[in-house]
């Protein structure tokens, strides 16, 4: 927070007839680098106005306002044009401060000697004023005041500016209201202008027209933004701006700002200001939330706060990462709080992160007794962490705070953090102590899924009404998986045309990328956007991958009329995936009444992600899907996803017969020339078998592997590359699997191995050992017998490939493992990164029953009468979106328990459920409590509690909930 100063403001009214004014006067100073205070109003009432600002008067203020530095490079000074009299003319301000060590005083002189009026000079009621002189004053040792008067060499200059202003070209486009301008440029800005008087209409802003008006100011360097808005007033108040231009008459540089926004309370967005950057502008726009200076601006202000007794380290370097919180009230009745919440954490050396407030959502006023709220906050990597304080600053009785648990995940590390808390935060109840310091020594520690963190730069096209204020939606796959469907926020100001908008994912390590699926809703009052192409750099490894586009994605614009597009990654040029056709025959069977006239999709799926759902229209038959017929429909210019592992098919249960009896699935990729077969023969029907209408077929070309007794394991070892980190002896190794232990695998020194820095390769054969958890690395001489000298092997990671399935693991060491004669000495290591082949994926999918209950909360109008979906997410993939019905039975009433048996693949290790509901019905809120999934073939349950609304009503609005197994 920046020091405040006081400053003796001397303001000289001129001696000429009707000077003096009655408007109330503001100020702003500014120093270098763009510092500057607030803005000040010098009188506080109209008495004072009425006193001050006459005619040759001279008016004192001592105001106290931030510190802008030894150097006040300019000033803004103004008035409201209100009162009887509210023309003035001002002489000159001259503004006295005190030297830093308080031993003389310096002033400084803005000569003005123009009128603030709007009925006289050029209209404008705000100036901005450089020096001219600087009077000092020092305090000598003797007792004598010596003044020195220096007159300013290196005074900003004074600059003209145009603005030009294209009221857009369509109905009802033009308005009536106020409009005011604010112009930023690296050297400051001109602060808001009113703009009065068009050069060239006497009515201004009228559709189709362009204004022009002339802004002096202080020279504001490069322009690169502008903020414009009404001020709604009058009956024609909406305005559509088109364009807005600004020429600087002394470097003769023009600035076009392309706007193609309504400024209204009843269009688009219902805003009536905007902020627009200059075309071609490629410097930071939408500050990133992991940035360290976002950081900075959001917490600076709790650093003072931060400060205890005992002087701590801020981490003030190093790269920003997010945590994710989970906090527990308590159950008791007063156990809720309305403070503000507050988390630290703290590294070795006690380096830690500023003070991340967890804020509730808005809609919500505190932290409820009985529930569960998540948080995710940026913050500094403070490397392990060692401890964890939790605290509030409430004082009131209203903050009392009863905290069951506090859990911290650091996806970016793979690992998650739970602290058992049990107690009272709160100044009147238990110890009096509003923050707790947790131990990570007290903690539960689990491994979770590793996530990178991923520089997206989404570029918008220079074309008429490229931007959008739709939903944009960003799946990624990549060689080890995919991502789910992800939301790209708007914030207001993204997606506009010839824009770069830079943001942060955090996503699993699924590198290397292969392709994105870009996807609009078209919703919004500009549906339409023409998307550039899309960035996306790999904050790790710095790896950056290039998808261009180039066109609409609209249903009514450009050529494809399409809301969905599919990119490849780019690799220094190089595509990392091919285009293909494929080809899907669809065999119907020969049972009665197999056939079907509802509509059918698919989504078929392979290593390299999924086709996204593909309706099945154009057939080769004119009536398709009939019984005992095949079906051919081709699908050009597709992203080929590799070998092929399953297909996921329904149909809409429309039509008088939808019912339908599938034989199989065929799907023929022809750049690989490949076919690969689905079978079904099972009825996809409400009245038939288990009366499903969605099923996932396995591919039937992936046969089992044949995991003999024997299997081989590449292991891969890597040195430390600091000083005295190699070895020349021999290393050792055993792996300890889920199913059983490996023998030692001795990994012979030969032709320099284990030198610093470099990674070495061994290969040995064993019984299949299942699973690996960990592994056991000892350090032996080669001859057996004792070593001369103490000496260490520093091993710095290990990945452990399955050569048969292609499954990896991979262990971070950073250990110095002794040496020895014998095989008794050994460090162990646990996996703490595991990547599953596609080909052990493959051997997974096997059709298997879940059992799901979902409890419905036992409070006031808990239940609801909409239709209610969900989707399950593995580590083998989704379930796609079910629908939960059963028929005659009335669901998800208040404290009801609601069991539902559904078929699919099976989807390995559950990650997270999605729960929604459609808004349909008389009541369409729902208090969801728990969901219970269980894998009928191995009786594994996972537990994924809510309580939470689903209802755009309330609290935040959310009609769907994303939910995380309770471990």
Known sequence: MNTVVPYEIKIYTSDVFGAGTDADVFIVLYGREGVCTQQKHLCVNKRERRLHFERGAEDMFIVELEDVGEDIEKIRIGHDNKGSNPGWHLDRVEIRRQLRKGKGSETTIFPCECWLAKSEDDGE????????????EKLLRDGKLKTTEIEVEDALEIHMYSVSVRTGDMYGAGTDANVFLTIYGDLGDTGERKLAKSENNKNKFERGEVDKFSIEAVDLGQVFKIRIRHDNSMVGADWYLDQAEVLDFETEEVYMFLCERWLSKKKEDKRIERTFFVKGYEGERNIDPNSKKMLQAKLGLDRNANKKKKKKKVAEEGPIIPYHFTLSTGMERDASSTARVYVIITGPNDVETDRLWLDLPEGKKSFTAGTMEHFVCSGTDVGEIKRVELGHNGVTPESCWLVDELSVAVPTKGIKYSFPCNCWLAKDRGDGLTARLFNVLDATTININRKVIYSVTVVTGDTQFAGTDTNIFLTVFGANGSTEEMLLVKNEDRFERDQQDTFSLEIDDIAPLKKIRVQIDGSGSRPDWFLDRIMMRSLNTEETYVFTYEDWLSKTKGPKRIKVCELAAVVEEEEMVERTTYIINVQTTDAGGAGTDANVCVVVF??????????????????????KTKDVFRFPEMLSLGELSKVRVWHDNKGPAPGWHLEYIDVKDEAMDQ?????????????????QIMRELACANNTAIDLSDKTKYEIATTTASTDGASTTENAWIVLEGRKARSKEFVLENKKKKFLGGATDTFEFSSKNVGDIAGICIGHITKDGKKARKVAFWHVLDVVVTERELGNKYFFHCDAQIPLAAKKDKFQTFECFKTIESFASKVRGLVPVKYEIIVITGDVKGAGTDANVSISIFGANGDSGKRHLRQKFRNLFERGRTDRFVLEMLDLGELLRVKV????????????LACVEVTNTANSVTTIFQCGKWLDNRKADGQSQRVLYPKY
């Open 675 to 691: 076919t690969f077969r689905f079978p079904c023969d099972r009825w996809l029907a409400k009245n038939e078998d288990d009366t």
């Open 916 to 927: 929604e509901h459609d808004g349909s019905g008389s009541n369409c809120g729902w208090y």
């Open 125 to 136: 009621t705000v100036r901005e004023l450089v020096p001219s002189d600087i009077i000092t």
């Open 606 to 627: 392979g290593e390299y992600g999924d086709t996204g759902t593909l309706p099945l229209k154009e057939s080769t038959n004119r009536n398709k899907f009939e019984r």
